[in-house]
């Protein structure tokens, strides 16, 4: 993990460097306030999780950072641009919870389109189905295939074009055990590669996969830190006791 406490660069030559850098983010669905005077640093080549109860805010925050969510104040920069702007569509790519994918179409042929539209190489279209472990169906439609293979040929569409920033919504949601474990070590390889991935997920035993942890709850910042120092600070034996710990401390300063 990057330690920006002992970086030895200025501020504004690390703040230059960040894949993602929030300021006084605030966001406004309905009537509801989800994010209010939120701020994050994400380093490059780190692969964060984002933990939170449902609800918490974690996919509003993903949208402010792929450029999709209209924000009422603050600043979001994704790789020293600003969240949206035209020249990040290549560089960033996002997973939403709803797969995206043609059900007409096999898995292949959807990522040759994909590919295309993205203008991607066409070589990256076996790389990426190998990547997700879908070589055994890539001939199989869409519409036959289960919630799970649905999401991971998403991830391969994200993965086309060999994008800086991969910006993950709850990936690994109704995944078996080995699955889940596969796609984790493929985020690791990804990171270690020099790509920034942001992935979310409610389940708080996904923490101890992730180099980097930011635990959000109704909208607030709880902890930005790695998992051992996390359980130090907090003195508890688990990601999920920490995040209990918090709350509590929260609630009753
Ligand atoms: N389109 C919308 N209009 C109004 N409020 C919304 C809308 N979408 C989300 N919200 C509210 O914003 C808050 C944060 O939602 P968000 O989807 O960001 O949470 P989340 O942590 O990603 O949850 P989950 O894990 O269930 O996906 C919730 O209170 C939710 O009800």
Known sequence: ??????????????????????????????????????????????????????????????????????????????????????????????????????????????????????NAPGADVDRVIEQVDLVRHADQLAANLSGGQLSRVSLAVALLGTPELLVLDEPTVGLDPVLRQELWQLFHQLAADGATLLVSSHVMDEAERCERLVLLREGALLADDSLPSLLEHTGTPDAEQAFLHLVSKASHP
């Open 1 to 118: 993990m990057v330690n920006l406490a002992r970086d030895p660069r200025s501020r504004p030559e690390r703040d230059a460097c960040l894949a993602v850098r929030i300021r006084g983010l605030r966001v406004i669905r309905g009537a509801r306030t989800v994010l209010d005077g939120f701020d994050l640093d994400v380093p490059p080549g780190t692969l964060t999780g984002l933990l939170g109860p449902s609800g918490s805010g974690k996919s509003t925050l993903m949208r402010a950072i792929v450029g999709v969510q209209k924000i009422a104040a603050g600043s979001v920069e994704v790789l020293g641009r600003p969240a949206g702007a035209a020249e990040l569509r290549s560089r960033v790519s996002y997973v939403t919870q709803a797969p995206s994918v043609y059900r007409d179409l096999t898995i292949r042929q959807n990522l040759r389109y994909f590919a295309d539209v993205l």
